[in-house]
Every structure is written in C-alpha cells, then in structure tokens.
C-alpha cells in the first residue's frame, strides 16, 4: 500500500501510476531532498519532537541512502511516485517504524517546494559560471582586436564603422545582464519554505530558523499558503534563461551570416562545423543553428509554466508538478548551449581584411562626412542633404566618397576642402567616437580593463 492509502480501498490502475508518477524527472533532485531531510530529522530531535535518537538514526541512514543512490546502487520504483516517496520508503525498509517518523510536521508540499529552490539555487550558481567563462572569452577576444575594422548595420544593412572589439563587447554587456537577472531571481529563491506543511503550517513548535540557516537559505516564508504554491521563483529563472537564450540566438544568427559565403567575416573551427551527405563543398554552422532552434524550446518552457500556474486557485495543486519538467529541460538546455557557444567562437578565425574592406565598402562614412561639414559651420540638415547628394552620385558613378577628387566634392558643396579626406577615413572614423559606449580603442581598451574588474569579482 503507499504511504498515503489508508483512506483508500483498493489500488490506483497501473496506468494511473504511470501518468501520476514524476520519478522519472524528479529523482534528479535526489541530494537536495535527502539533505532536507536530514536537516528536518535533527530539528524534530532538537524540538522534542521526537527522540534524538531516532533523529540520529534517520540522519545516519538518509547519509547512507545518499551515498547508495550515487553509487548506483538504488533503484527507484515508479509505484512510489516520486523522489520524496521514494527516499522515504527506502528509509522505512531499512529502519522500520523510526522511518516513519521522518514525515512528522512537514508535507509533500513544502518538501518539493523546498527541493526544487534548492536545486534552482544550485543551477543559477553553475549557469552563471558558464556565462561567466563566455564573457572572459569575449572580452579576450576584443582585447585582440581593438583596431580590427568592421562594418556596424542598422537593418542589416552597412552603417557605420566600428571594430570587432565594439561588436563583441556589446555582447558582453547583454551576458552581464543575463547574470545580473539570474543574481536577481537567485534572492527570491534562496527563501525556506519547509515548514509550511501542507497550506495551513503544523501543530508541531518547529525550528524553521534553524533549518533554514543550516540548508544555507536567507529567511523563510511568511506565509505557508504562498510557501508552498509560489512557483514566482521558477517564472524568474525560465525568464531569464528565455533571455539567454534570446542573447545567444542572435549572436548565432550573425555568426550564421558572418560564416556564409556572402561575408565571409569568420572561419568556425571544424569541430563546430559540419558537412552536407551531397554536397562536398559545405560547411554548416550547425552548433549555431542548433543553438538558434533550442531557444524556442525554452521559451516554450516558460509560456508553459505562465499557462499553467494562471488558473490556479490555493493553494498547492497537481498541476505544479509540471513545472520542474520545464525547469529541468530549459536549465539543461541552457548548460549544454553556453559551452558549445564559447568553444565555439574562442576556436573562430576573424577574417580581418574582408571585414575592413567590407567596412570601407556601403557609404559607412557618410554620416563622419555629414559631420566634418557640420564642423566647418554647415546645419546638419543641409550636411545631410549634401552628403545625401554625394552617396547618389557615387552610386551612379559606381565609386565611393574618399574616392572622389577634390572638384568633384566642390561640384556639390563649395565647403568641401583636402582636410575632409582624413576625417572620412574608416580608420579616422572609429578614432574619432571616442565617447563612452563608442568604438574607439581608447574607450574600449578601458572597458576592456572594466570586464576583467567584474570577472576578478565575480570569480
């Protein structure tokens, strides 16, 4: 019979066990509710609860459990439902009556609550460690090409120049937020809610304080209709690894455009490559494909979890089950991409010349033009029409501006003289923004230096 069929007559069908059961996903978080409980069981001796003795002698053999189950010598059984089930049917079979014990003042309900904060804390921790060796890989990678000129786009299409250093900074700043949010979320999570028993706390004089310092969480909920229905904590973190997820889409987006023939911005590393059954020329950039079609398997995760938790009255229902196979699926989604992404862009080769001569290419200057005339007196609306008038005849005369003689410009603006040819200089124009945010090596050879402050501290 299980644990909780004394109300019941006869036996749930075997495929009702199946559909019930969350053992298959839930076990993964095997340690976090074995260390709960240990830490429960000696509360309930320190209280009186029960007998110090028989706390111990749970403890010592929950310790026991642990180190079977990591050795591989348990093996779960899905008519036990789930991990919580599981472990304390174990404990009965090994320690008889004082097992049973184990459950006194405390619920399912606060127990998984319990678990899956624990195990949340634990990913956010590993989560932001990867996101951490990805910014220290880009930060490298920018302190390598702080001169190395490339185009920016707006719509795609050429705008202005600025360095490779510029672009991959900008990523930096996206992955600090990711690990800002994820810094966030992990301070609502690290709440105790053991103790809220099953909606309406317990009779019982537990210690939550104590249980709460020793499980190493901040404080513990307020209220024990909210401790254990409050799934907040799980939205936050699939939120912000939706976001993740999003940052690393689109930086695969461009690596996708950047590696295609048409740019030729950059070489992936045969080992995040692959090749096609047919055509023996190609190369794919698979890993970053992959990676782009993963991110709707987590926002998926997170719409999901919103859906479920929208009509849901207090306080703990069924249906709450259903958040830790989002959860599971989108963290470990997220700790397979990050890797694969860094190694992926730290084994890239840059194409430099196609990328400065790409930068030199498209007008990227024209607004640099715009602005020499604005220096010399010009309105920038009349600079804009005239170099407005500049790009048209360039584009008839299939030239570009720095080519253009000298009488050439004249013929547009009498303002025009031979000093404009140094200003518009792809080189000149990335020397020139050199404003916070902009892509001069001075300034990001200083945020550079920023990036290896917060990673010091952050390590």
Not at 66 to 71: A, F, K, S
Not at 78 to 91: F, G, Q, R, S, Y
Not at 327 to 351: E, G, Q, R, S
Request: charge should be negative; aromatic fraction near 8%; charged fraction near 25%.
């Amino acid at each position: 019979m299980k644990l909780w069929g004394g109300r019941f007559t006869k036996s749930t069908d075997s495929f009702t066990d199946h559909f019930h059961s969350s053992i298959s996903f839930d076990q993964r978080m095997y340690k976090e509710d074995i260390t709960g409980s240990i830490a429960h069981a000696g509360m309930l001796g320190r209280q009186g609860i029960i007998s110090m003795e028989d706390a111990e002698l749970i403890q010592k053999t929950l310790k026991e459990i642990l180190e079977d189950i990591e050795n591989g010598k348990v093996v779960f059984d899905e008519k036990a439902e789930d991990i919580h089930m599981n472990v304390e049917t174990i404990l009965i079979e090994r320690i008889g009556d004082v097992g049973k014990r184990l459950h006194t003042g405390r619920s399912r309900n606060d127990q998984v609550a319990l678990d899956i904060r624990m195990y949340s804390k634990t990913q956010i921790k590993d989560i932001n460690a990867l996101l951490l060796e990805l910014i220290e890989t880009l930060n490298k990678i920018a302190e390598e090409n702080t001169r190395t000129i490339m185009p920016g786009y707006t719509h795609l299409q050429r705008a202005q120049p600025i360095t490779l250093a510029h672009h991959m900074l900008a990523y930096c700043e996206m992955f600090k937020r990711d690990i800002a949010r994820l810094d966030d979320a992990y301070g609502r999570t690290n709440v105790m809610p053991l103790g809220s028993g099953a909606l309406a706390s317990t009779t019982y004089p537990l210690d939550r304080q104590s249980v709460c310092e020793e499980l190493g969480f901040d404080s513990i909920t307020l209220d024990s209709l909210d401790g254990v229905s409050d799934r907040d904590f799980c939205v936050e973190i699939l939120s912000a690894l939706s976001i993740i997820m999003m940052h690393l889409s689109r930086f695969c987006e461009e690596i996708v455009l950047w590696s295609s023939h048409e740019f030729k911005f950059v070489e992936l590393d045969d080992a995040y490559s692959t090749g096609s059954s047919i055509m023996p020329q190609k190369k794919n950039p698979d890993m970053a494909e992959l990676i782009r079609g993963k991110t709707g398997r987590v926002y998926g995760h997170l719409m999901g979890t919103l859906t479920m938790l929208k009509g849901l009255p207090l306080a703990y229902n069924k249906d709450m089950q259903e958040d830790k196979e989002a959860l599971f699926d989108a963290v470990d989604t997220v700790k397979m991409c990050l890797p694969v992404f860094t190694n992926m862009i730290k084994t890239a080769v840059f194409n430099t010349a196609n990328m400065y001569n790409a930068a030199k290419g498209g007008f990227t200057n024209a607004t640099d033009a715009a602005d020499w005339l604005v220096k010399q007196g010009m309105p920038f609306r009349d600079a804009h029409a005239v170099i407005g008038q500049l790009v048209l005849y360039c584009i008839n005369n299939n030239t570009s501006i720095e080519d253009l003689s000298l009488d050439e410009l004249r013929a547009i603006s009498p303002v025009f003289d031979e000093s404009v040819y140094e200003a518009i200089s792809v080189e000149k124009c990335v020397e020139a923004r050199n404003v916070p945010g902009g892509p001069s090596p001075e300034y990001i050879k200083a945020l550079i230096e920023t990036n290896k402050k917060y990673l010091a501290e952050k390590k």
